[in-house]
């Protein structure tokens, strides 16, 4: 059943966690609040596979990104990983430029993402 929180969307899929973002421009006033729920969502499971879905975001602020780093650092010592999916044109350059598409899988849907853990 979907959870639903300020900033994201949550279901279960496959033993996967799907956070979705509700919004589609995220300001700098937004951070501590991303930071929160994405800490919730990582605590509320031992072994976390987790897809952020970025398909209703046209702007993330850099702090966000690093959050998204840091918590994809803390879902790896848990034995965890951690999927992108659905960046539009814009993030997906974001990601280019910082290099950060060799941190994160990307995956342009969430079938793909939830497949890429299945094999």
Same mark, same amino acid.
């Given at each position: 059943?979907?959870?639903?929180?300020?900033?994201?969307? $949550? *279901?279960?899929?496959? #033993?996967?966690?799907? &956070?979705?973002?509700?919004?589609?421009?995220?300001?700098?006033?937004? &951070?501590? /609040?991303?930071?929160?729920?994405?800490?919730?969502?990582?605590? !509320?499971? =031992? !072994?976390?596979?987790?897809?952020? !879905?970025? /398909? #209703?975001?046209?702007?993330?602020?850099?702090?966000?990104?690093?959050?998204?780093?840091?918590?994809?650092?803390?879902?790896?010592? *848990?034995?965890? /990983?951690?999927? +992108?999916?659905?960046?539009? /044109?814009?993030?997906? =350059?974001?990601?280019?430029?910082?290099? +950060?598409?060799?941190?994160?899988? $990307?995956?342009?849907? &969430?079938?793909?993402?939830?497949?890429?853990?299945? !094999?």
């Amino acid at each position: 059943m979907p959870s639903d929180l300020t900033y994201f969307t $949550i *279901k279960h899929d496959r #033993n996967v966690l799907c &956070v979705t973002f509700n919004n589609r421009d995220l300001g700098l006033d937004d &951070v501590p /609040e991303i930071h929160t729920e994405l800490e919730q969502a990582v605590a !509320s499971c =031992e !072994s976390p596979h987790i897809i952020l !879905s970025l /398909e #209703n975001v046209h702007y993330l602020p850099t702090t966000a990104l690093g959050i998204m780093v840091a918590t994809l650092t803390r879902i790896r010592r *848990k034995d965890g /990983e951690m999927r +992108l999916a659905c960046l539009d /044109e814009h993030l997906g =350059e974001l990601m280019r430029i910082g290099r +950060l598409d060799r941190i994160f899988e $990307i995956y342009p849907t &969430v079938t793909a993402a939830l497949d890429s853990f299945q !094999s």
